[in-house]
C-alpha cells in the first residue's frame, strides 16, 4: 500500500494535482512517517498550494534525513525564503531553485 500511495503521489505532482499529491504523502507518512521523499515531495505539493508553512515543515523534516545530503544547501534555501512572510522575488527564486518552474506558482 505504501508503494502505491507513494506512486499515486507522484503521478499527482507530474500532472500538477497538488491536493491529490499532498493526500497520497498523507498517507505514506501515516505508516512511513521516516520516508524521507514522500516528506520532500508532500513538502513541494503543499509549496504549489501556496502552503509555505507547511513546505518548509515538510522540507526542514527532509533535511534531518541521511539521504538529504546531496541537496542540503538548496533545500535549506528554500526553507529559509518559505519562511519569509511576504511573498518577494527571493521566494520565487528559491521556488525556482528547488523546483525549476515553481517560483511561478503563487
Known sequence: AVRADFARGVA??????????V????A???VAPSAAEAR??????????GRDAEAARDL???????????????VLRAVEQLRQPV???GGALGRGLLVPG???IH
Request: a neutral charge; zero cysteines.
Open 12 to 21: 499527482a505532482l507530474d500532472g500538477r494535482r497538488w491536493a491529490d499529491a
Open 23 to 26: 493526500r497520497a504523502f498523507d
Open 28 to 30: 505514506v507518512l501515516a
Open 40 to 49: 520532500y515531495d508532500r513538502g513541494l505539493a503543499h509549496l504549489a498550494l
Open 60 to 74: 526542514a523534516a527532509y533535511l534531518t534525513a541521511p539521504t538529504a545530503v546531496a541537496d542540503r544547501a538548496d
Open 87 to 89: 511573498r518577494t522575488p
Open 102 to 104: 515553481l517560483g511561478q
